[in-house]
C-alpha cells in the first residue's frame, strides 16, 4: 500500500471471501501483532499457542502437509511464513516439474536453486514428447560481467549462487523477458523507432525494485487442472525462513488461473518487446537485425517444437 507499489511497479493484491481463508489470515495475524521470534532450533512446540514461536505456530496451523506431495482436490490452500526450514521451495519446485503444457513464473528477487533446476531441466509435454513452453519474466538483465562477478564471490565466500538471466537462457524452452524501458539512448538510435515510440522513463517512486514485484508461478494455466501460487513471497530462502509472508496455492479454479494468466502475458509482452528492441539497437549489423528478412527463413523457430517460438504457437492457437 504506497505509491511505488501501485504506480511504481508490477504488483498484486487478494480479495479473500472464502470465511475458513479469511478466517486464517485473521489467526495469523493476530499473532504477528504480538511480534513474534521464531523458536529455538529443536526447541519442543509448547501446548499454549501464544508461548510458540512464529514458525511453530504457522506449521501447526497449516492444512497442507508438504511430504505428501501435490493438493489433489481443487482447493484454495494458504502457506506463512517464516518457517523453520525452507523445504516449501522444493514443494514448489515439484509442483513446478509436474507440469505438463506450460509454466510462467515471475522472480522479482532472483530463482532459488532448487527453482532453477526445474527450469534447465526441462519435462516433455504430453501432446508432443518435446520440452513445452516456460515463459520467465525476470526484475533485471545484469551484464556478463557483473552475473560471473557476483558468482565468482557467492563461490568464494560459500554461499548459494545467484541465478540470473544467464542461467536460462541457452534452454531453448525458455522464453525471457526483463524489466526494461525504451530511452532512445541505445548504441544505435534508429529516426523509425524513435518516430513511432514515446520516450519512457521511471516512476521514481522505487529504489530497489524497478519493474517486477509480482510474484506468481501459474502450473498449466490453460489445462482443465491448472495451479496458480501467488502472494507476497520471493521463492527465495530468506522470505521462506526469515521474512512475514504469505501465498495462495489455488489449484482447479480455471477463472483464476485465466486472470493470472492474462495479466502475465500483458507484462511479459510489455518488457519483451523493449527487450528486443534494446537487442536491435545493440546489434553492429543494425539495418539487417531491423527489417523482415526476404525468405522464409524467419519462420523457422515457429515450426521447431523444442524452441519457446513454436510452443507458445501451439498453446496460444
Known sequence: FTAGGIFGQSNVGHIVSDESIAATYLTYWEKLCTDPKKARKNSQIPSDPTQMGIDQFIEEQEIINFDDGPIHDASTNVIFSPRSTTDVLQWYADRIGEARSSIHFTAAFGVCEKISEEFNNPGPSEETGEPFLRHILLESHPSKKKSDTAKEKAKDNDEPLPIDFFDFKNVPANSIAFGDIFNGRDKTDCASITATMLQESL???????????????????????????????????????????????????????DIYLTE??????????????REINSNSNYD??????????????????????????????
Open 288 to 317: 539487417d537485425s531491423f527489417h523482415c528478412g526476404i525468405d522464409a527463413s524467419w519462420t523457422t523457430p515457429y515450426y521447431n517444437p523444442k524452441h519457446h517460438k513454436c510452443q507458445e504457437r501451439l498453446l496460444f492457437m
Open 203 to 257: 516512476s521514481g517512486l522505487n529504489s530497489f525494485v524497478d519493474y517486477i514485484h509480482t510474484k506468481c508461478v501459474l502450473i498449466d494455466p490453460l489445462s482443465s487442472d491448472p495451479t496458480v501460487i501467488t502472494g507476497s513471497a520471493n521463492f527465495s530462502g530468506a522470505s521462506t525462513d526469515k521474512n512475514d509472508e504469505n501465498m495462495l496455492v489455488i489449484r482447479g479454479d480455471l477463472r483464476v488461473a
Open 264 to 277: 502475465f502475458m500483458r507484462i511479459f509482452n510489455h518488457f519483451h518487446s523493449r527487450n528486443q528492441i
